[in-house]
């Protein structure tokens, strides 16, 4: 919403504040400014001149010699322009002024562009004639004005005034950010009515004067109107106008136009326009003639149906589009643009005016679907008050006979439901200052309420409320309305009394803390990516056809492919970024992410999906499968999960190195995996180098996450060590023979450490050397010979089973 | 003559004394002297050969000399190891200048700083930390939160749908109704978590991006409250300085409402180009819950009221750490990472 100051200001009798005042104040009573600029900024010693005669340049075929009349004295200027004649009137610089742009219309410099007396081509200009680019301006709000050239100004003009002033230039345009709430601010009397109030004035709407009661004809006579879908249009005003004389609007409406940056035209399309401005109520004019059997029918579209618009386009339309109809035919889709067929020509004699009010989400809806957002349409979705439409009725035809453009007939045909009446809210001063925590006196509150035309009942102690203010319904509004005529800045600044609750993380977030700490201290660094991708990286990861992960659920408006599922592997986000950053050129790149999985129950989706935190790692450069297996192992075990985890080698992920992988099992429940990534997926991701992954699935690990600790003391008895050295079948994993260890060891076996494994010339082929360190320990006393070598042997019975020799 | 025997050792061990260089050299003397068969062990061998009333006499010759050649020793011994050590240090000498061996810890989000700065702020003023779904029903994203079906605020936000019931939350307040229909009051609570909006990916939108939600609901609660509150936030997050300017706004789930701005952290609110010439940056929105809001979930409007706000964390982010183009934050390109 753009609009002049010196409209607000005309509205306003005796409002005087600076543009910058104006601009705060607003801001700070809720209408807010989000900027403004002055069409006159770098506009300086700008007269009106009158040519007085033009020639040639002696020394230039392109330039001509002018002699201009700029009042008390008269210049000779040198131009290029060549669309001027003797005798017309042109905006000049004068030596010493300034411009604010270029001929050419191209980006306003910040300073303007300063214009002095100097020679051109050896002949002596003492100013510059104007066009209107060079004045800050272009030709959408000055369609009079040449492609190139200069700005011819009115023969009415008298050379040496301020041709800035002439042209409207000297104003303020302000545009404001309206809260979708306040649909009355949509127009400039909503924004005078909040100027008026905040800077203390008492604002009253301009009255109209009756229009047509003279006219021996009345618009009944010419027109039937019928509302056959009332739940879509609650009112529909049509008012006659006839011997409509089109031509050119006076200059006061051509200024107030263009200020709002729309191009005046003629009087009949800038009156409709005007009125929208002004009264937020977009308006319509159908040409009589061109509507059939004398009646407007509003109703729904049908399926299929196509319609033309007055810009000369085919629109597809369905029934919830709601169309504006004659006897015969669909004039207009409503609320969003008439139909070529109805659409005003320069010969027209007799309009019908619509002022109407229809469902804001409707058309809202329409003129998405349609594809087609008009000035008006973004007006009508915001919800209309049915009781302006007659108001902005009676404006137009008010200007019609001020601009005597037509005869406007008598009355109007009003087609309505139920109207919205004032709403009455009481007035609690006690209870609205103990909401603000403020001490505002009633007598106060109730200036604010009176300049904003909300009046008093004080008998019964109620607000009457306008039906403009659609947003003021109950306490809170009324609280809102005293806040900001107060003013926030004024409003104490205190702390909540009441006691504190303990202010706190949830025990899963303190899991995840850990997390990062440990993925942190292991030299990884935290990553974020989107939630949602591309159901592509199924392939990417080399996923079957009936992969569970497949099963994602779709956004039904994505932003595009690559936007479109939720993703139900962390490994497409993790593994996209690895690749940028191996595109660059980084080094040793280490990423971890926290994030959610979105996991459907069944899809279609009825019940929310499993969103379940994984704690992604992955990396390339330094390091190998068994880096990342020990930061995983550092994070459960500083998570409070004492047990060791288990490695299954059958993990069977496809997107992984099938040698080199393994599922995570704690107390043989799946918790994760890691492994080397497949060197398919690493080429998918563009990734050359060797990447590791592991993710673990947080909700399992907080499950068996604690934050106990026990001490155990301090081992007293000293403990007894020994080595084996064993020869291997090579297909035993040491997780086998850790097995045996452990449950052959019992309570002796304090720890057993892997020193060594070897494959190669000095062992049997098919085998391998393995080596361990075992310490045993009795808690409660020194372990003699005896003991250990017995469970020594115990172990060493178990291995052989495996086929496990000592190396001799 | 014994004596004779004994001033010829002691000048012999002293002059070997003197003249070792190492501790080996001083080890041979002391075996050549004090050993099995050294010339003093010799000497004390020799001791039955002398005449009984001789030998005490000869005894105390043969330990004066013997311990003044041991003193002698270790003086020159802690020498030769003084000399040693000095010398290896003189040797050991480094260039401090070279590298650090790199112990390289990874390094965490700005996202994640900013939100830990918040959660410590909040935490300590006594507010819980919750979380809620992502993916969510229409209803708690909406219409609990006073925004009916057909609200233009429903269009504004641009929402991804999953179906007609189910979306990508475009906001966390959704998490304060969760938390009002618990029905356990007083509540003081921050909520922070990711949310979608329709937004094409540029140097300042996101389709995905973090908020954190606030909540208080008490008996005695009141628009001033929450100006005290934020102001401290304000404080506490962008230094002790800093000023806040609350703008009446307008959301359809508080009422008043306002948007905070603070001075800005980088001209002290003079005006520069970081602030765009204002003073002050915009920072959050904020209200009195909507008396509608609290009805909705069972709580009676009449008896409490509450204040809620919503902070984009990429926001904070973004403006704490001078951070220019949004994109960055979901890029996790190392270079950028480890700045922070």
């Known amino acids: ?808 | 003559m014994i004596q004779e025997t004994l001033n010829k050792i002691r000048e012999e061990a002293l002059k070997r004394i003197n003249e070792s260089k190492n501790s080996e050299s001083l080890n041979e003397v002391r075996v050549a002297v004090l050993g099995k068969k050294g010339s003093l062990t010799a000497v004390l061998k020799g001791m039955k050969d002398v005449a009984a009333e001789e030998r005490p006499k000869v005894g105390a010759m043969v330990n004066e000399v013997r311990s003044e050649i041991e003193s002698l020793m270790e003086n020159a011994r802690v020498k030769l190891e003084t000399l040693a050590m000095n010398a290896r240090l003189e040797n050991e000498k480094i260039d401090v200048t070279l590298p650090a061996k790199g112990i390289k810890m990874g390094h965490r989000h700005p996202n994640q700083i900013a939100l830990e700065e918040m959660e410590r702020i909040f935490t300590g003023l006594g507010y819980e930390v919750v979380e809620g779904p992502e993916v969510e029903r229409d209803y708690y994203n909406f219409e609990a939160l006073n925004i009916p079906a057909d609200h233009p605020a429903k269009d504004e936000q641009d929402t991804f749908y999953i179906n007609g019931d189910i979306l990508l939350r475009t906001q966390t307040s959704g998490t304060q109704v969760h938390e009002m229909e618990k029905g356990r009051l007083p509540i003081r609570m921050i909520s922070p978590g990711r949310v979608f909006r329709s937004d094409t990916v540029d140097a300042t939108h996101s389709p995905c991006f973090h908020q954190v939600e606030g909540l208080l609901i008490d008996e005695e609660v009141s628009f001033s409250d929450l100006k005290g509150t934020l102001a401290e936030f304000a404080k506490e997050l962008f230094g002790e300085d800093t000023k806040v300017k609350f703008r009446p706004h307008h959301f359809p789930f508080t009422e008043p409402s306002a948007e905070m701005d603070v001075s800005c952290f980088k001209c002290g609110g003079k005006g520069c180009r970081f602030c765009k010439g204002e003073g002050w940056i915009e920072i959050l929105g904020c209200g009195m819950v909507h008396p509608h809001v609290l009805e909705m979930s069972k709580i009676d409007p009449l008896k409490y009221k509450g204040f809620a706000f919503g902070v984009g964390l990429e926001r904070i982010a973004l403006l704490k750490y001078e951070i220019d183009d949004m994109r960055l934050l979901y890029e996790n390109d190392e270079r950028f990472l480890e700045q922070f």
């Open chain 1, 1 to 808: 919403m753009n609009t002049s100051l010196n409209w607000i200001k005309a509205l306003v009798p005796g409002l005087e504040c600076s543009d910058r005042e104006y601009m705060d104040r607003m801001t700070m009573t809720g209408t807010k400014v989000e900027g403004f600029s002055r069409l006159d900024k770098n506009l300086s010693k700008i007269v009106v001149g009158e040519i007085l005669s033009i020639d040639r340049h002696p020394d230039a075929n392109k330039l001509v010699v002018c002699q201009v009349n700029v009042g008390d004295k008269t210049v000779q200027i040198v131009t290029g322009a060549d669309n001027m004649k003797a005798g017309d009137k042109v905006p000049v610089v004068l030596d010493g002024g300034k411009v604010a742009g270029g001929h050419d219309g191209g980006p306003l410099p910040e300073d303007g562009i300063e214009i002095k007396a100097g020679a051109l081509r050896g002949v002596q200009s003492d100013g510059m004639m104007c066009s209107i680019e060079e004045l800050g301006s272009s030709r959408e709000v000055f369609p009079d004005a040449p492609e190139s050239g200069l700005y011819i100004l009115p023969s009415s003009a008298v050379p040496g005034e301020d041709a800035v002033e002439l042209l409207g230039l000297h104003d303020t345009v302000f545009e404001y950010e309206i809260t979708s709430n306040r649909v009355d601010c949509y127009s400039v009397l909503g924004i005078a009515r909040e100027a008026a109030a905040s800077f203390g004035h008492k604002f009253s709407q301009p009255v109209i004067r009756e229009t047509g009661a003279e006219a021996s004809e009345s618009a009944a006579d010419c027109i039937e109107i019928e509302i056959q879908d009332p739940d879509l249009c609650s009112r529909y005003v049509g008012r006659v106008v006839r011997n409509i004389k089109i031509e050119e609007s006076p200059d006061w409406m051509k200024k107030r136009l263009r200020s709002s940056g729309i191009r005046p035209i003629n009087n009949l399309v800038d009156i409709t326009n005007y009125v929208m401005l002004e009264y937020g109520q977009p308006m319509h004019a159908y040409d009589l003639s061109a509507i059939a059997g004398n009646k407007i029918i509003v109703r729904r579209a049908k399926n299929g149906d196509f319609f033309t618009t007055l810009d000369g386009e085919e629109r597809a339309l369905d029934d919830n589009v709601l169309m504006i109809c004659d006897g015969e035919k669909e004039v207009g889709i409503a609320g969003v643009m008439g139909g070529e067929n109805s659409k005003i020509r320069d010969d027209v004699t007799d309009v019908l005016f619509e002022a109407a009010t229809f469902n804001g989400p409707n058309i809202r809806k329409s003129a998405k679907r349609i594809g087609l957002r008009t000035d008006a349409s973004g007006i009508f979705e915001k919800g209309l008050d049915p009781n302006n439409a007659l108001l902005a009725m009676n404006r137009a035809c008010e200007l019609v006979e001020d601009l005597h453009c037509g005869t406007v007939l008598k009355g109007a045909v009003d087609v309505h439901g139920d109207l919205p009446e004032p709403r009455r809210i009481a007035l609690e001063p006690d209870r609205i200052n103990e909401f603000l925590g403020t001490d505002i006196s009633k007598e106060e509150m109730l200036t604010y309420f009176d300049r904003i035309e909300v009046e008093f009942d004080e008998k019964s102690g109620d607000l009457i409320c306008p039906t403009f203010r659609q947003d003021l319904v109950g306490f809170a509004d009324i609280a809102e309305e005293v806040a900001r005529f107060y003013g926030y800045d004024k409003i104490p600044t205190t702390l909540p009394r009441s006691g504190a609750t303990g202010g706190k993380l949830s025990f899963k977030m303190l899991v995840e803390g850990i997390a990062r700490d440990v993925a942190e201290f292991t030299g990884f660094s935290q990553a974020m990516t989107y939630s949602f991708e591309s159901p592509k990286v199924f392939d990417k990861l080399l996923l079957p056809e009936d992969a569970r992960e497949r099963m994602a659920i779709q956004i039904s408006n994505p932003l595009g492919e690559d936007f479109s599922i939720m993703r139900t592997t962390p490994l497409n986000g993790m593994l996209t970024s690895l690749g940028i950053n191996y595109n660059r050129r980084n080094k040793n790149v280490k990423l971890y992410e926290l994030g959610h999985i979105y996991l459907p129950e069944a899809l279609p989706l009825t019940e929310l999906p499993d969103e379940r935190m994984q704690f992604t790692l992955g990396f390339y450069g330094e390091g190998d499968f068994f880096t990342m297996k020990g930061v995983i192992e550092e994070f459960l075990g500083r998570a409070g999960i004492k047990v060791r985890p288990q490695y299954d080698p059958e993990s069977g992920r496809p997107y992984l190195h099938p040698g080199r992988q393994a599922d995570i099992l704690i107390e043989g429940q799946k918790v994760g995996y890691l492994g080397e990534l497949h060197p398919l997926v690493c080429k998918n991701y563009e990734i050359g180098a060797r990447t590791y992954i592991g993710v673990l699935d947080m909700p399992a690990i907080v499950d068996r996450s604690t934050f106990d600790r026990k001490f155990e003391g301090i081992a007293r008895f000293p403990a007894v060590t020994r080595d084996i050295s064993m020869v291997v079948p090579s297909q035993i994993m040491v997780g086998e023979i850790e097995a045996i260890l452990k449950q052959r060891g019992g309570k002796l076996l304090e720890s057993y450490d892997l020193f060594d494994v070897y494959e190669g010339d000095q062992i049997q082929k098919g085998f391998k050397s393995v080596a361990y360190n075992l310490t045993f320990r009795n808690k409660e006393k020194t372990l003699s010979d005896e003991e250990v070598n017995s469970t020594m042997k115990k172990i060493l019975n178990g291995l052989n089973g495996l086929g496990i020799e000592l190396r001799s």
